[in-house]
Structure formats: structure tokens, C-alpha cells
């Protein structure tokens, strides 16, 4: 069994900056890819930032030169700094991530969300 939890969510002032964090525990072989996700009020939820096996990254255009996705594979984490925080980013922010248990074969794992509000 593989859980997903993510912390670093709360109440941040425009142009603050939040660190989400996503720790992976359970019977876990391996990490190989993370994501963030978020979702609105009213919104579908759209993809944030995601950064595969190798290292590489994407970024939704709303977010580029302000986020920055991380993975430490070592300690089975997916990281997201958020700077230059504006209102629209206000949402519930969800982590998946692609592992590989010791029981399963590779799959996706989703966490339970933390909420980021960005107001004055």
C-alpha cells in the first residue's frame, strides 16, 4: 500500500511564496514521476507542474517562471515552490505521483489535497 500526503498549504498575501510538500510512504520501490494538480471553485482540476523520470519538467503557462517542480527519489518527495503568488492561484492543490510498490506494479497515487488561498 502506497499513501500520498501533502503539507505546506495556507494563507499567503499576493507576491508571498508557499513551498507544497509531497511525502510518499508505504511499501514503496520506487518514485519515478510527480505532479501537482489544482482545482478551483467551480473549476475542472487542471495540471499544475509535472516532472518525469528524468528529471525533466513542464509547467502550465500561468505558473512559468514563478513555480518550480522538485523530486528528492531518495526520500520519496515531490516538492512545489510557489512564488509570486497571485489570487488566481487560490485552489485545492493535489500530488500525484508514479510509484512502484514492493507488492505492485507501478502505478498512480494521489494524496487528499491542501488548500492554498492567496488573498490580501
Known amino acids: 500500500q502506497v499513501q500520498l500526503v501533502e503539507s505546506g498549504g495556507g494563507l499567503v498575501q499576493p507576491g508571498g511564496s508557499l513551498m507544497l510538500s509531497c511525502a510518499a510512504s508505504?511499501?514503496?520501490?520506487?518514485?519515478?514521476?510527480g505532479a501537482w494538480y489544482r482545482q478551483a471553485p467551480g473549476k475542472q482540476r487542471e495540471l499544475v507542474a509535472s516532472?518525469?523520470?528524468?528529471?525533466?519538467?513542464m509547467y502550465v503557462n500561468s505558473v512559468k517562471g514563478r513555480f518550480t517542480i522538485s523530486k528528492d527519489n531518495a526520500k520519496n518527495m515531490v516538492y512545489l515552490q510557489m512564488n509570486s503568488l497571485k489570487p488566481e492561484d487560490t485552489a485545492v492543490y493535489y500530488c500525484?505521483?508514479?510509484?512502484?510498490?514492493?507488492?505492485?506494479?507501478?502505478?498512480?497515487?494521489w494524496g487528499q489535497g491542501t488548500q492554498v488561498t492567496v488573498s490580501s
Open positions: 500525484c505521483a508514479h510509484i512502484s510498490s514492493t507488492v505492485t506494479a507501478a502505478g498512480d497515487y
Open positions: 516532472i518525469s523520470n528524468d528529471e525533466s519538467t
Open positions: 508505504g511499501s514503496i520501490f520506487r518514485l519515478y514521476a
